[in-house]
């Protein structure tokens, strides 16, 4: 089955820095590609996602982008607040089928 | 749309107890997802359903668990009995089998097992 893995575990950077997550993927079926934000206490939410036809997305300060032959696919964030902490969480996902989750990201931006 | 209901949010019980989780999924979506989070093993994908069948229940991890949708509007999942090392949150998600297939989570059930 599908494998998911997340690195870095914990990362801290600086009110307004750049942050990046990075994830791998094994199976080559999967084509679906999103990322979760989940605050302490709540449920994972849908932040954006990337389809396996596409090599990049952005939306506002956030972007993912998809390397399919290497099977990667990273997160940055840019102008990080400190409202983006949170645990960040990768996945991968084929067709009609089950998503795979990497074991998360905890993001801590000091004001 | 009031999204994916979970219910109870938080459950103590004592080992040995049956312990049920109820889930309904938000209308149209054709799929349903048991999640757990523990600190330890992260998110895992205890089953999921297809149009109300069962199509992996791989991650279920031993009998002690069992997870019903008799219909498309309600799904339970059930551990009997229960043991401390089953204390997680637990995560209903429904979502899309095709297209956009976003996640969408319920609040969770918190259960402690003493």
């Known amino acids: 089955g599908e494998n998911v893995e997340q690195h870095p575990s914990t990362l801290s950077v600086q009110e307004g820095d750049s942050a990046v997550i990075k994830c791998t993927y094994s199976?080559?079926?999967?084509?679906?590609f999103p990322w979760y934000k989940q605050e302490l206490g709540k449920r994972p939410q849908l932040i954006i996602d990337i389809r396996s036809n596409v090599g990049e997305k952005k939306d506002q300060r956030i972007a993912v982008t998809l390397n399919k032959t290497a099977k990667h696919f990273s997160l940055h964030i840019t102008e990080t607040q400190p409202e983006d902490s949170a645990v960040y969480f990768c996945a991968a996902s084929p067709s009609a089928g089950k998503s795979t989750f990497g074991d998360g990201t905890t993001l801590t931006v000091k004001p | 749309d009031a999204g994916v209901i979970q219910s109870p949010r938080h459950e103590v019980t004592e080992m040995g107890q049956e312990v049920t989780l109820r889930c309904k999924p938000i209308s149209g979506h054709n799929s349903l997802f048991w999640y757990r989070q523990t600190m330890m093993r992260g998110l895992e994908l205890l089953i999921y359903f297809n149009n109300n069948v069962p199509i992996d229940d791989s991650g279920m991890p031993e009998d002690r668990f069992s997870a019903k949708m008799p219909n498309a509007s309600f799904s339970t999942l059930k551990i009997q009995p229960s043991e401390p090392r089953d204390s997680a949150v637990y995560f209903c998600?429904?979502?899309?089998?095709?297209?956009?297939?976003?996640?969408?989570f319920g609040e969770g059930s918190r259960l402690t097992v003493l």
């Open positions: 199976d080559s079926a999967s084509n679906y």
């Open positions: 998600a429904s979502s899309l089998s095709s297209g956009i297939r976003e996640l969408f």
